[in-house]
């Protein structure tokens, strides 16, 4: 790994040299790029487009395992995305809108954890001063009121990335190592994906708020109901998920916390088939000031059986996965650690990861980041064929976001 680390070393040096230089110059160029989310207006209704697009280069290499050869890789990532919210907001304060997110561009080793869709979400919403409800393919109440750990870069990162830098082989294979990179890499809770779903979610009170979620089946359609759920055997159905968080200040120290828990029902069991969906999901995140410096951080947990945090379930297998995180900004540079450990049951899979990166955001929609991840599959299966095995890589992303 000693390619990857060198690499890592001086190009961070000479980024934030780069960023240093000419300050006045820089915040010229930065305000020219600066941009609010277009909006149009019509009648009594507003259009509003939100979007991101990045790109990465990384250089990344593997060392160790039984039958897989070590082995480096450069190449390029990124993806774009677009969303599209539509709503009216009547004299009496009621809004009733709607969103729809798109998944415009991406490579082989990026994408989202919808199946890479094209069309992610499709969705209304009415907002009260009771709460908000929404109708259609969407994220869950766990999903969206969860506490998580803070990332310097949310797109490249330990946490739900939208990229991964590592193949099961540079020549034969252009997908991500085992799947594992990027769909079993959610700690906070994700088992209803963007199935067709009704959703409550309670505004904030003396720091308090809560959220359910009930998703008929797990089926991707605009309504519930309207989809066409699969016959295969051992299905989720009727998921059940509920979640609460609480923020408050303990002196200065700004706190989060979260729990969330999903049920399912299982569908047409088979001999081999599990039981019922139970997943967990635990979250704590604190900020404070120091001075001129933001620091924050946090930890959160998930436990589940389903297999990799899916809607497989299978004996009394418990996969559990933390994620933590510590993160300080100053003006307008970041930089961060983060820590995983994900478990994949009896004698199957332990992974541990590190990340070390930092950014720099001349606005609030430009940003610079620099960073290294290192991986260490630790595989306990005899079956397995590569075990042992550590992997690493570094990365330079640039990436625009609206807003």
């Known amino acids: 790994m000693k390619m990857v680390r060198g690499l890592v070393a001086p190009s961070l040096g000479v980024a934030l ?24 207006e019509f009648e009594n209704y507003e259009l509003l487009l939100e979007g991101f697009a990045y790109g990465a280069g ?54 989202d954890n919808y199946g890479n869709d094209t069309i992610q979400k499709a969705y209304l919403y009415l907002q009260t001063g009771f709460g908000r409800l929404e109708i259609g393919q969407q994220d869950g109440a766990a999903y969206q009121v969860g506490v998580t750990a803070p990332t310097v870069d949310d797109h490249i990162s330990l946490e739900n990335p939208d990229s991964i830098l590592f193949r099961d082989s540079p020549v034969f294979c252009k997908c991500g190592f085992l799947e594992f990179d990027q769909v079993a890499q959610v700690t906070r809770q994700n088992t209803s994906s963007n199935a067709a779903k009704f959703t409550y979610i309670s505004p904030r009170l003396f720091g308090a708020q809560i959220g359910f979620s009930y998703t008929p089946n797990l089926v991707k359609a605009p309504l519930p109901f309207l989809g066409n759920p699969s016959n295969g055997p051992d299905q989720q159905a009727s998921l059940v998920e509920g979640v609460a968080s609480y923020n408050t200040f303990v002196s200065d120290i700004a706190i989060g916390l979260s ?48 297999i990799e945090f899916s809607q497989y379930v299978t004996g009394s297998r418990k996969d559990n996965r933390v994620h933590t995180s510590v993160m300080a900004e100053w003006n307008r540079f970041s930089v961060g650690g983060e820590f995983s450990r994900t478990d994949f049951g009896p004698r199957t899979a332990i992974i541990d990861a590190y990340q070390l990166a930092a950014a720099y955001r001349p606005n609030d929609n430009l940003y610079v980041s620099l960073g290294w991840q290192f991986y260490n599959y630790n595989k306990l299966d005899p079956n397995f064929p590569a075990r042992p095995f550590d992997e690493d890589a570094g990365f330079l992303s640039i990436g625009y976001q609206i807003p």
């Open 17 to 40: 040299a780069c960023f240093a230089v000419s300050p006045g110059a820089a915040q010229g160029w930065a305000d020219a790029l600066a941009a609010e989310p277009p909006t149009w």
């Open 259 to 306: 729990a969330a828990y999903t049920h399912g029902a299982l569908r047409n069991p088979s001999v081999m088939g599990g039981g019922d969906l139970s997943d967990w999901s635990f979250g704590l995140q604190f900020a404070k000031m120091i001075g001129d410096v933001r620091l924050s951080g946090g930890v959160a947990y998930r436990i589940s059986n389903g």
């Open 58 to 111: 990384y250089t990344a290499a593997k060392e160790g395992g039984d039958f897989v050869p070590d082995q480096e890789d450069s190449d390029f990532v990124g993806q774009a995305q677009a969303r599209l919210r539509l709503q009216r907001i009547y004299d009496s304060g009621l809004i009733v809108g709607g969103w729809m997110s798109f998944l415009l561009a991406h490579d082989e080793l990026s994408g």
